[in-house]
């Protein structure tokens, strides 16, 4: 029962947590489009564009870049808004059928809310970072960045794996 258009269609409610989650990220996601438009004409013509390995800005560029940003964001937020609501294109272990299909559902739909937020904070969290740096706020953005990050997006990952293990 592999194929997707098979696969049954269950309304399973969201949780808290996931509630909660959606919160967090639609605030961040937001929250960093109201900074940035209320910081837009303090901005210098050119700020942080990328960073290297060490946090450390390693090429600039020009303010419009910013808005690269939150354009990705609402993308990423559109993409995975969907895939979290039909949970049945998701690709799923052999050992998937009808008396389980509720349990894998919900758990990849949980893994899709949290990429999601975790994107959205994170993509947030570099523009205030950018910004940041633009104005002389901060320096940079630390060689802890990159590893919170890498971690930020593998967790939900493993977690979700893990918890597709036990369903039998």
């Given at each position: 029962m592999n194929n997707s258009g098979s696969r049954p269609k269950i309304k399973i409610p969201k949780k808290k947590t996931e509630w909660i989650f959606d919160i967090i990220g639609?605030?961040?996601y937001i929250a960093s489009i109201i900074f940035l438009i209320s910081v837009?004409?303090?901005?210098?013509?050119?700020?942080?564009?990328?960073?290297?390995?060490?946090g450390e800005v390693d090429r600039w560029g020009k303010k419009y870049e910013l808005l690269i940003l939150p354009i990705v964001s609402g993308f990423l937020l559109l993409m995975l808004q969907i895939f979290e609501k039909f949970p049945e294109i998701h690709n799923y272990p052999s050992r998937?059928?009808?008396?389980?299909?509720?349990?894998?559902?919900?758990v990849s739909r949980q893994m899709m809310n949290m990429m999601k937020n975790i994107s959205l904070l994170v993509f947030a969290l570099i523009l205030l970072k950018s910004v940041s740096i633009a104005l002389n706020w901060s320096t940079g953005s630390g060689a802890l960045f990159l590893p919170l990050l890498l971690i930020g997006v593998a967790l939900p990952i493993i977690i979700s794996l893990l918890r597709q293990r036990k369903i039998k």
């Open positions: 639609y605030t961040a837009w004409n303090s901005l210098p013509d050119e700020v942080p564009a990328h960073y290297n390995a060490l998937f059928n009808e008396t389980n299909a509720a349990q894998f559902y919900l």
